[in-house]
């Protein structure tokens, strides 16, 4: 029998991998380059945001922590109204307006000289970014099918690991020097990445499939519920996942801030452990978040995937907390297989998140109901902080045994309101059917 040749072999096991990160030409390849840039801005102003406030604008830690919250709260309102406009008058040029408004209020965040300068651009400027993720997404789904939209997620969460990696290592160079002008450059580096971000937006123009035509609701009364009404702020089932999804997303906490926290000073592992844990996180999100969206590509499948990325990350919790008791090899061991169980939990959820809020988002009004689904997310990066350092960090070994009582609960609350959304759905259509027989009857 011929052998295989070695190279050929290797070249195909190099163009799988390739594959994993760089999609096919086209639009999932523009999208992916303006995810790229737009990670490495972000990865620049995220790794220095802090220290620019309290060294260069002279705030203190107290002032900056008020001024986030803040700015949370008013993105998670501003991030539903966007949803509104994107519904009204497109995704992408909502995107492209975004951007636009990103440069401007970026740059002048870069020369905030006081406080309540530093409160209106925060604010201003999480606005902006709350809602940038749900239209993004409903601009996927406006381009791609069904059978493409998981993928083309996948790959801008594989790439957008990547920049970010390249932003923090950059603004380590400049936080290196520590002078005021590096720390403003930071900032300007990230307003001037929203620039080439605008123009890979309107250049999908092209690929854009027609926007869905308006349903028209039955006008007898009966027909309250029914989802042509597009109500998702009352739409009870679907808040409810919406709150199940943002408790499942507290594996961004604790990888980011719980974790390095407790590497060091509250096991025995060494400190460069912290920096492997990262590695290893954005090395298998990189190369296997594509990977994953082949084990949720139907609705049935995203909902089991739910509970399975559940008992993934409640196990991660487990072996996080267990590592207090070992030594330095036990203890080290214990963080990799924990972080592996913990990035394979992470990249799961995301693929059924993402197949789970589209399907439940009614075409004429998804982006609405993508910005309230990603409320769950967005209170987590105000509340998650202080739940994971409370129970991860404070609270010792048994703290972490609540986190994946969190994660379970999470998990099996979003399985349940999956099936009750589905529920009040068919009841709705049954309604609405029902309405219009009689009307036409009539």
């Known amino acids: 029998m011929t ?18 990160i760089v999609p096919p030409p086209g639009a999932a390849r523009v999208l992916t380059a303006n995810a790229f840039v737009g990670s490495i801005g972000t990865g620049l102003f995220l790794t220095g945001a802090v220290l620019y406030y309290t060294r260069v604008v002279h705030l203190s830690v107290t002032q900056v922590g008020i001024g986030l919250s803040l700015a949370g709260a008013v993105g998670m309102i501003a991030s539903v109204v966007t949803g509104a406009l994107s519904d009204r008058f497109g ?29 209106l651009m925060i604010v201003l400027v999480t606005a902006a970014d709350r809602a940038g993720p749900p239209t993004n997404q409903a601009l996927v789904g406006r381009i791609f099918t069904k059978a493409e939209r998981l993928h083309t997620m996948a790959y801008l969460r594989a790439v957008r690991n990547i920049g970010l990696g390249a ?49 028209v609701a039955p006008a007898d009364a009966a027909s309250a519920s029914a989802p042509t009404n597009y109500r998702p702020l009352r739409d009870l089932p679907f808040l409810g996942l919406s709150l199940a999804n943002g408790l499942m997303v507290l594996h961004d906490s604790v990888l980011f801030i719980a974790l390095p926290l407790w590497i060091v000073g509250y096991t025995k592992a060494p400190p460069f452990m912290v920096a492997t844990v990262l590695v290893i996180n954005t090395v ?19 909902s089991r995937a739910m509970s399975i990325c559940g008992a993934l990350l409640a196990s991660a919790a487990l072996c996080f907390g267990a590592a207090h008791f070992g030594n330095a090899v036990t203890a080290s061991v214990l963080v990799v297989v924990g972080t592996v169980l913990l990035t394979a939990g992470e990249n799961l959820h995301s693929a059924a998140s993402w197949e789970v809020s589209y399907d439940l988002s009614p075409v004429q009004a998804q982006a609405r109901y993508l910005a309230v689904f990603n409320l769950g997310t967005n209170g987590q990066d105000m509340v998650g902080p202080l739940v994971v350092t409370a129970l991860g960090v404070s609270a010792g070994p048994v703290g972490w045994v609540g986190l994946a009582a969190i994660f379970l609960a999470g998990s099996g609350t979003a399985r349940l309101c999956i099936g009750w959304t589905q529920r009040a759905r068919a009841r709705a259509a049954a309604a609405t059917s029902a309405c219009l027989a009689q009307e036409a009857a009539i």
């Open 91 to 119: 995704p992408r040029p909502t995107m492209v307006s975004l951007h636009g408004f990103r440069v401007v209020a970026y740059a002048a965040m870069a020369f905030v000289q006081n406080y309540w300068q530093f409160l």
């Open 3 to 20: 052998q295989p040749d070695k190279s050929t072999t290797t070249g195909a096991a190099t163009r799988r991998s390739w594959s994993a």
């Open 167 to 215: 932003g923090a290592l950059l603004a380590g160079l400049a936080i290196e020097t520590g002078s005021p002008t590096a720390y403003r450059l930071l900032v300007l580096g990230n307003a001037v990445s929203f620039l080439p971000m605008a123009f890979f937006i309107a250049s999908l123009r092209r690929y854009e499939r027609p926007a869905p035509a308006p349903a």
């Open 284 to 302: 298998l999100t990189a190369i296997g978040q594509v990977w994953w969206t082949k084990l949720t590509e139907t609705m049935a499948a995203a």
